[in-house]
């Protein structure tokens, strides 16, 4: 219950902040109303897609259990760069060459924001136990105070969303914002592993965490492909 009505809550959210924002992206110009709706959906099917994966691929009985497996776990870091492939392709199959990440950033962090509460109200993503005065009890587990770990991400999220949109308003990192996004949350999320009760593979990292050491690298190198590419067009035209 709670899975798919903070997933609507945030998609309404979402939208609304991606009309607050679209004034400051170029994109909202350069692009016809077919190619923003099929890169969206793109996107959206790509994250739905990869933020199952995992409990897909580690799921026993498929079949029997799709139900739960539809309307309950997800992983958020999946998703992002489901979310992010979803994009690039659809982008590459209408042909369309503009940057849209900076009108993607805010919108995301806020989705994902109200989306995570939905975890903590359903009581799963939760942390390990823990003496401070802001623990959690989620019954439906067990009796121990543990780590609200679903409110921290919220918080994360929500907080990474007011500061894009700052960076959005006065230009800063014009045309990276989304790997800034995706660059913090790994990093936030690498640091929080440990306060989950996630099993720990070689090196003492999660399975999460080998993830986030993988993307880093991509992402920087997306970056900086992104920032050399005019530099570098222009040297050929010269």
Known sequence: MYYPLFTLLGCIAGAIASIYTSKYT??????STADKVFIVLSGFCAAIIFAKLPFVLLSEDVLHN???????????LLGLVGGYLGVELGKWIRGVKTKTGDSFAVPVAVAIGVGRLGCFFGGCCYGVETSLPWGVVFP????????PTQLYEATFHLLMASTLYWMLKNGILKGQLIKVYFLSYFAFRFSTEY?????????????????????VPIFISLWYWDRREPKFNSNLNH
Request: proline content about 2%; charged content about 15%; aromatic content about 8%.
């Open 26 to 31: 170029a994109d909202r110009i350069q692009l």
């Open 66 to 76: 799709a139900g739960s497996i539809l309307f309950s776990g997800k992983t958020v």
């Open 140 to 147: 439906r587990v067990d009796q121990l105070i543990r780590h």
């Open 195 to 215: 306060l989950r009760p996630e099993i720990h593979w070689s090196g003492g990292l999660s399975a999460y965490q080998w993830a986030i050491v993988l993307l």
